[in-house]
């Protein structure tokens, strides 16, 4: 979604995976060091650890967006916010229909 939010910066679809996989590398650093921790630890607030980190993860993408395109404007970090929610919404539609497949009866 990068590459298609985007389009008006002059990037292509390669240069806009270096964004997407340079920033999933850093989640899953923070992940396994702190959140992972984190939920073992306290179990029953796994919902509130959940929701803080996806926030937290949404908000450094939308400035990893405003660092990367050198446009430090509202629209842009709002721009990158969306394509986040875009791809968890993508994300959770094709682990859904995988689940619903492989176990359906």
Not at 3 to 11: M, P
Not at 28 to 40: E, K, Q, R
Request: proline share 1%.
């Amino acid at each position: 979604f990068t590459s298609l939010l985007f389009r008006n910066k002059g990037i292509n679809f390669a240069e806009s995976m270096v964004l997407g996989c340079y920033t999933s590398g850093e989640r899953s650093i923070i992940h396994i060091v702190i959140v992972a921790p984190l939920i073992i630890f306290f179990r029953e607030h796994f919902t509130l650890i959940t929701l803080g980190y996806s926030v937290s993860f949404a908000v450094y993408y939308a400035c990893a967006c405003c660092q990367y395109f050198n446009d430090y404007k509202f629209w842009t970090f709002i721009k990158g916010i969306l394509t986040f929610v875009l791809c968890q919404i993508i994300i959770t539609i094709l682990i859904g229909t995988a689940y619903t497949i492989y176990f359906a009866n």
